[in-house]
């Protein structure tokens, strides 16, 4: 089982992001495919036998799926991720390798850590001008342009493949920092 994310606009907030995620199964007969999320948690419904066939982690992961999205009935290949879910799903699988980036950077991770934006003066060709500039825990300063910004409550920015909780988020309604941000592929 793997579960791939990838990051994408989120059409409300254009200085935003959303994760879609997607789940791949793998079967020695038909090889890796596509699942939609009702698909994974029917799996939970079948005979005993059933897990058997996934290594233990998959198979708590299929039963958390299970048990967090029983309720929710779309057949979309990708889930869409945003806000409490997304954090839900970062404080649950984001401090392994389950949650695989598409793009083969590796996993995403989450340790709960709080990074801020901080402001900067930064001296152009004629002019001063005032930016932000996103200071992650251990004091390094990342500039705006590594920065994608998700969620609205609770703030989270994702730098590299690690994402934080925003300590002194924009407003909602301000898009400036988001757009000197790295946009959403």
């Given at each position: 089982?793997r579960?791939l994310c990838?990051?994408?606009p989120d059409?409300?907030h254009?200085a935003?992001?959303?994760?879609g995620?997607?789940f791949l199964l793998?079967r020695?007969?038909?090889?890796e495919?596509h699942?939609?999320?009702a698909e994974v948690?029917?799996?939970?419904t079948?005979?005993a036998?059933e897990?058997?066939?996934f ?5 708590e ?6 048990e967090?999205?029983?309720?929710r009935s779309?057949?979309?290949e990708?889930?869409?991720l945003?806000d409490?879910e ?7 699988w984001?401090?392994g390798?389950r949650?695989?980036?598409e793009s083969?950077?590796?996993s ?7 990074a801020?934006l ?6 152009g060709?004629?002019?001063?001008s ?5 200071t992650?825990?251990d004091g390094t ?6 920065v994608?910004?998700?969620s609205a409550?609770?703030a989270l920015a ?7 909780l925003l300590r ?15 946009p959403c592929?």
């Amino acid at each position: 089982m793997r579960v791939l994310c990838r990051t994408q606009p989120d059409g409300e907030h254009p200085a935003r992001c959303r994760l879609g995620v997607q789940f791949l199964l793998f079967r020695s007969r038909t090889g890796e495919k596509h699942k939609t999320l009702a698909e994974v948690i029917e799996l939970t419904t079948r005979s005993a036998h059933e897990q058997e066939l996934f290594q233990p982690a998959d198979w708590e992961f299929i039963q958390w799926l299970g048990e967090t999205h029983a309720g929710r009935s779309d057949g979309d290949e990708t889930l869409v991720l945003s806000d409490l879910e997304l954090l839900q799903w970062l404080a649950r699988w984001g401090q392994g390798s389950r949650l695989e980036l598409e793009s083969g950077g590796g996993s995403l991770k989450f340790e709960g850590q709080v990074a801020e934006l901080t402001p900067h003066l930064e001296n152009g060709d004629k002019e001063l001008s005032f930016t932000h500039h996103m200071t992650l825990p251990d004091g390094t300063i990342q500039p705006l342009t590594g920065v994608q910004f998700f969620s609205a409550r609770p703030a989270l920015a994702l730098v590299g493949n690690t994402f934080y909780l925003l300590r002194n988020a924009p407003p909602p309604a301000c898009s400036n920092i988001g757009r000197a941000s790295r946009p959403c592929p």
